[in-house]
């Protein structure tokens, strides 16, 4: 060791290395193997299977934990079954005296926690102690307190019920805060898996749980690996799967849970881009790239990995980021002044380097610092990766490590179209000085968190979640909870949806056409409406619609896939519906609420002739159609978003934001109303839509087109493609730029959907084939309806001079 | 960078420089800043985001910290950058002559003996007012202990100029080897970049030989624009450090404004290719707050500014709290005040 005289003139950091003999005891007193946690006990595997986890900075072995094979997850599901009638009839004050036990239980040990994180992760001691773990201890804290608020704050909701939830390797305790604290707050019972790498915090969890008194069962935690989790999603007892990790995986459990009415939330991949614009404070913006970039070792879902610099500034921001790279610190990982841990495993660290290979051999330039790195245990060093074209594989992977890419832009539309450029949509930072710069490139950034001047800041009360293939749904926050709870009527509806057989025959057809006093009526056309022009079908066919009594009524188009095409192209281009102020989409719904009732007695008797002639229900049809209208008119300048209260300082808004391009395909049931419930609210919020109208009824659809031209509804805002909706819903599914897809029909057919949306895994909303009573106030409209047409997108923006 | 700042470094040295710089306290020779021509247009864009700026600050010493060894030789490194101060009404020729005193001889000899140390502790500098100077001179004779003085009237400097330099002219003639100046805050607050550039190398030509140091008082300043900026006209008016506040505003030495004073200057480095020091002053009292300062220089600007002649800490107090923990480092037990010489 260095005498003091000497360290005098180096002025070196000496060693500073974090105590851990607490957890080294606490394992040890584990030998023996870790169990599952369920129904309140510790249980070891039926089969005795195992499996080491392992330090990835020393490559000691840490523990043996059990690996949870069928019967375990069968107990599991089993026991959180069993806990989920009390637990869900608790008062929501008392469920959070539980959340708010295990906050302060956590906080009285937030050391320990801290300890053990790094210890089987492999971050830096000061990010488990000053991130990780205050931020768990948060969302117990605020979870608590919507415990407390939840009957009051969501009536008409109720619990889920068993939630299934898979956790990445990346914060381990703390994405289990993020799943178990809203589950238990909403009155849900939980089986949780673990990281295969990272189970210790989960466990020493478990212990937590028991400490806290929490029921046997509400909580269970299950070790093991893929399999494990592939279990978890299958088992028919899960009433809802949230998954937080790859994109493969993300698709892999959207086919697996597909048709089966589990309720779904994925926290994906990304390659959120770190956009630096040239009026930066850069000296700021460098520190930012750090947290972005080098914060957990770059294994962070929304890391800063791209960075995008204004060209002018961009020699200068590369000369400040190489300098200051210069003084990070790579090693011990339970040493307070190391920056830069250990990489998870090796599995990752072989493909950190192999991506940095091949961008290499791409063209990229390469630079790393001149700093050591330990030579044993699996680190990697800081990376900046320059001259790097947005094609190279390195610039649309997510390489989950501390690698950078960066790229010039000259514009701030560039700035924005570069940024957009990937199929990710989960996160992104922006710097600059000019509120104008960075507010309008917040508001056109297909991401899920944007962070003005800022990044990585995470609170309990802001939601959290992708755009694209990022995935859906939110954690955290108001938003957080509806991944949570389901609407009081939904198990209700369990009559199955009335199904048409339609006849898609093309031939001409055996009825001939009523006569109306001695003259032929003359014959009609109803054609595709796409892009505000009525479209013959691609295909040249035609079917016969007919009616209840089995008379011909006339024919509808057989829209084929390009159809489909060319619907969604069409609303692809009308982006200006999305951009123009909510009053003004409310002027048009108004008009077209207006010249719908204007034309009641024509929908009157076509929605009679085509359903079961009954003119007194249909026009009471029309007349609730026109009323849904004026809902969602009154909604589109209303439904808006929310200041969250997260640090001081800070404005983080929570807008809710259209998807853009929908599709939407409509049930058998109450045509026109089904139709207009559906249609209303996703063009209230902006969104532009596909729709297919129900086959039997298609010429409800295309006579409301002719209401649509008359009411200044933009060309491309509506399309309507009428035809076989199971054979149109297919290439919908498939299509990757539809953003959102609402499926009324057939169970098989939601299924199939669910199934083929792993494309560009758009968001579905899918009936199961079961019946809505769509003139129920409570069913057929409402705020879920606004809430599923939108998605929230966080904007953090600290302030201050 | 590295590379660019050598070359920039080559240049300036070929220009003709004010005058031969001294020979620094400690021996090392560095270029004294020669300053430049006002040049706005390396300020005028400033940007400083107050938020990323204070999440840094804050940062600063949570990723970094040091223990047992390198606690008490950064400790003692502490010592001899301290400009050991007194700057009150109630000064006297005795109180001066006291803390020299203390000056030449920071810490008891027994821990000065445990510690191992093979060279003379003494502090950076000692800090008077002006009439205080010929006492504070005499006292520190031989010690090789620079005398600075305030001057400029000190601390307001709402003085007319002539009178101001008059005041440094005074200074120096009686023996101190650095000025702390203060500067005309309204010429921030009013944007009168000519002005204050022009006071600053008026009062630079008035310096002489001795070092000019000029306090910025950033509590006044309020915005962390205002601090960059007049950061880096007193840098091009040729200041030999710059320094946060006179102790006597209602702010003193903050981490953030110190972190923007520290990319001052190292963008100056860049630009001018001269290494100017920086001296926090107030609110420095712990042992722990001169290791946050000392961190922030090695973190910002490298260890070139953990040296004497660039980096200075403004104080009178937080000697004492360094001996406690010293004594802590030496004995394993905690020690009282009382157990260390007062100045």
Redesign the interface.
């Known amino acids: 060791m260095p005498q003091v005289k000497e360290i005098f003139r180096t002025m070196d950091y000496g060693p500073a290395p974090e105590a851990n003999q607490d957890v080294i005891a606490w394992l040890a007193a584990k030998k023996d193997g870790f169990g599952h946690f369920i129904g309140g006990e510790f249980v070891p595997s039926k089969d005795g299977a195992a499996f080491d986890v392992f330090n990835p900075a020393t490559g000691a072995k840490l523990a043996q934990v059990a690996q949870g094979g069928k019967a375990e997850i069968d107990a599991a599901v089993e026991s959180a079954r069993k806990a989920f009638g009390p637990w869900s009839a608790l008062p929501g004050d008392t469920r959070a005296r539980y959340l708010y036990a295990l906050a302060r239980l956590l906080q009285k040990r937030e050391r320990f926690f801290s300890v053990l994180e790094t210890m089987d992760n492999g971050k830096p001691i000061r990010e488990s102690r000053d991130i990780d773990i205050p931020l768990v201890v948060r969302h117990y804290y605020h979870h608590a307190g919507w415990a407390e608020l939840i009957e009051s704050e969501f009536p008409n909701h109720k619990p889920v019920g068993v939630c299934g939830q898979i956790i990445p390797w990346n914060f381990p305790l703390l994405m289990l805060a993020w799943k178990v604290a809203p589950a238990l707050a909403a009155g849900n019972t939980v089986v949780l898996k673990p990281a295969e790498f990272t189970p210790l915090t989960a466990l020493a969890f478990a212990e937590l749980c028991r400490e806290a008194g929490l029921p046997a069962g509400v909580v269970n935690i299950v070790t093991g690996d893929g399999r494990t989790g592939a279990l978890i999603t299958e088992h028919p007892g899960i009433d809802k799967v949230a998954f937080t990790g790859s994109t493969e995986v993300g698709r892999i459990i959207r086919k697996a849970t597909a048709g089966s009415g589990k309720k779904l939330s994925l926290e994906l991949g990304g390659k959120s881009p770190f956009i630096v614009f040239d009026d930066a404070d850069l000296d700021s913006a460098v520190e930012g790239i750090v947290d972005a970039i080098w914060f957990n070792q770059g294994q962070v879902c929304c890391a800063g990995s791209r960075l995008l610099v204004h060209e002018a500034v961009a020699e200068r921001m590369h000369a400040k980021l190489k300098a200051r790279l210069e003084t990070l610190r790579v090693g011990d990982p339970l040493d307070k002044a190391t920056d830069m841990g250990a990489i998870v495993d090796a599995v990752q660290l072989d493909r950190i380097r192999s991506l940095v290979e091949q961008g290499r051999t791409e063209g990229a330039a390469c630079w790393q610092p001149s700093i050591a790195v330990p030579e044993k245990g699996l680190f990697f060093p800081p990376t900046l990766m320059t001259n790097v074209a947005p094609a190279a594989t390195i610039a649309q992977e997510e390489i989950f490590g501390p690698v950078l890419v960066s790229m010039t832009f000259r514009t701030p539309d560039e700035a924005v179209q570069l940024a957009n450029n990937s199929r990710y949509g989960l996160a992104a930072s922006i710097w600059s000085e000019s509120i104008n710069v960075a507010l309008d490139c917040a508001a056109r950034l297909k991401a899920g968190v944007v962070w003005v001047n800022s990044t990585n800041l995470f609170d309990a009360a802001a939601g959290f979640g992708g755009y694209r293939e990022s995935g859906f749904g939110r954690e955290g926050g108001r938003e957080g909870l509806y991944e949570y709870l389901a609407p009081a009527w939904e198990k209700k509806a369990e009559e199955p949806a009335p199904a048409r057989k339609v006849d898609f025959s093309v031939t001409p057809a055996a009825e001939t056409p009523a006569v109306v006093s001695g003259v032929p009526r003359f014959d009609r056309t109803a054609k595709l409406y796409i892009g505000g022009k009525q479209t013959r079908p691609d295909g040249g066919y035609s079917y016969t619609l007919y009616a209840a009594n089995g008379a011909a009524v006339g024919q509808a188009g057989l829209g084929n896939r390009k159809d489909i095409r060319n619907a969604v192209e069409a609303a692809g281009k009308a982006t200006s519906w999305s951009g123009v102020a909510g009053h003004n989409r409310a002027q048009v719904l108004y008009y077209v609420a207006e010249n719908l009732e204007a034309r009641t007695d024509e929908f009157t008797h076509r929605i009679a002739s085509l359903v079961d002639g009954n003119e007194d229900a249909a026009r009471e049809e029309v007349a609730a159609s026109v009323r849904r209208l004026a809902f969602y008119a009154a909604h589109a300048d209303k439904y808006d978003g929310q200041v969250h209260s997260t640090r001081s300082r800070h404005v983080t808004l929570a807008m809710n934001e259209p998807w853009g391009t929908m599709a939407i395909c409509c049930p058998d049931e109450a045509p026109l109303l089904a139709f207009v419930s559906l249609v209303a609210p996703a063009i209230a919020m902006g969104n532009r839509v596909v729709v297919v109208p129900s086959p039997a009824h298609a010429l409800v659809a295309t006579d409301f087109y002719q209401v649509l031209d008359t009411s200044d509804v933009p060309g491309g805002v509506v399309n309507i493609v009428t035809g076989d909706r199971e054979s149109l819903a297919k290439t919908i599914a498939d299509h990757d730029d539809i953003s959102a897809f609402w499926y009324f029909g057939t169970a098989e057919g939601s299924k199939e959907v669910e199934q083929r949306s792993t494309g560009n895994l758009k968001a579905t909303w899918v009936n199961y084939g079961r019946a809505v009573r769509w003139a129920d106030a409570q069913q057929g409209q409402g705020r879920e309806f606004l809430r599923r047409a939108t998605q929230v997108k966080n904007i953090w923006v600290p302030y201050g001079e | 960078?590295a590379e660019?700042v050598v070359k920039i470094r080559a240049a300036s040295t070929a220009e003709p420089v004010a005058e031969p710089a001294p020979a620094s306290a400690h021996g090392a020779e560095l270029a004294r800043n020669a300053g430049t021509p006002l040049k706005p247009e390396w300020f005028d864009?400033a940007?400083?985001?107050?938020?990323?700026?204070?999440?840094?600050a804050a940062?600063l010493m949570?990723?970094?910290?040091?223990?047992?060894?390198?606690q008490?030789?950064?400790l003692?490194?502490a010592i001899t950058l301290i400009d050991l101060t007194t700057l009150a009404g109630d000064d006297t020729e005795e109180r001066v002559a006291r803390l020299c005193a203390k000056a030449r001889h920071p810490l008891r000899d027994d821990l000065v003996e445990a510690?191992?140390?093979?060279?003379e502790l003494k502090v950076g500098a000692v800090c008077v007012y002006p009439t205080m100077v010929p006492t504070a001179v005499r006292s520190l004779k031989g010690s090789g202990i620079p005398v600075a003085s305030v001057a400029t009237g000190f601390p307001t400097g709402l003085m007319p100029l002539r009178l101001r330099l008059e005041e440094i002219r005074y200074a120096v003639e009686e023996g101190a080897d650095e000025i702390d100046i203060v500067i005309t805050r309204a010429h921030v607050l009013e944007q009168n970049w000519q002005a204050l550039y022009d006071e600053i190398a008026q009062m630079r030509e008035a310096c002489g030989k001795a070092h000019l140091k000029a306090i910025l008082a950033t509590g006044d300043l309020k915005?962390?624009?205002n601090v960059y900026k007049a950061s880096m006209v007193a840098m091009q008016a040729g200041a030999d450090f710059i320094k946060t506040s006179t102790g006597k505003e209602d702010v003193n030495a903050t981490l953030p404004v110190g972190l923007v004073m520290v990319?001052a200057i190292r963008d100056y480095r860049e630009l001018a290719g001269f290494d100017v020091g920086f001296k926090p002053a107030g609110g420095i009292r712990t042992a722990k707050d001169a290791l946050a300062w000392?961190t922030l220089m090695?973190?910002e600007l490298g260890?070139e500014w953990?040296q004497p002649d660039l980096f200075r800490l403004g104080a009178s107090g937080v000697l004492g709290d360094i001996s406690r923990q010293l004594e802590h480092f030496v004995t394993g037990r905690y020690s009282s005040a009382d157990r260390h010489a007062v100045a």
């Open positions: 960078m660019q864009n940007r400083v985001n107050l938020s990323a700026v204070d999440r840094r940062t949570t990723r970094r910290t040091v223990k047992k060894e390198w008490a030789a950064w003692l490194k510690l191992g140390l093979d060279f915005t962390l624009r990319r000392l090695k973190e260890n953990l």
